[in-house]
């Protein structure tokens, strides 16, 4: 296991348990405005919360399911490959997405960037956006780690005898 591979999975591995987080935090602010609603005193900006959470929970919890592999692939043609072209395949494929999630990284930072100059808030809380845009392109960038981490290993295991 190279350093790459060890530093995302400890990384994915904090990130997915502030992804669940979030998602617990959710559910009790969502159920702490619908029982408060009842009793007309709403949660004010829970819908705004609920958003800037959700953000935090699929962004944070992207790391982990790329080293779970639990994205959705059609491998059942390249199975039928030779295992060197299925290896060549994979090495391809981790290029396109390290090219595509530091696109993703290297713009969410700049757009944060923006955000951070033209201090904008959100309408009820007046939260500011950028720190929630960091946040995606940190996930982008460790996305990229284990991206680049499983290169190398396909990439060796294709020149393996």
Known sequence: ???????AQILARKMYWVAGAAIVAMML???ADVVLRYFRRPIPGTYELVCFLGAVAVSFA???????????????IVNLFPSRLQRLIE??????????????AWQSIVYANDLY???EVSLTLELP?????????F?????CLILFSDLIK????IFEK
């Not at 090495?91 to 396109?96: A, G, K």
């Not at 396909?154 to 295991?157: D, E, F, G, M, W």
């Open 1 to 7: 296991m190279n350093i790459f591979e060890k530093l």
């Open 29 to 31: 602010l969502t159920c």
């Open 62 to 76: 992207m790391a982990h399911t790329s080293i779970e592999k639990g994205h959705v692939s059609v491998s059942f």
């Open 91 to 104: 090495s391809m494929t981790s290029c396109f997405g390290l090219f595509f999630f530091a696109l993703i």
């Open 117 to 119: 100059v033209s201090k």
């Open 129 to 137: 956006f950028y720190p929630f845009v960091y946040g995606i392109g």
């Open 139 to 143: 996930s982008a960038a460790v996305v």
């Open 154 to 157: 396909n990439a060796l295991k």
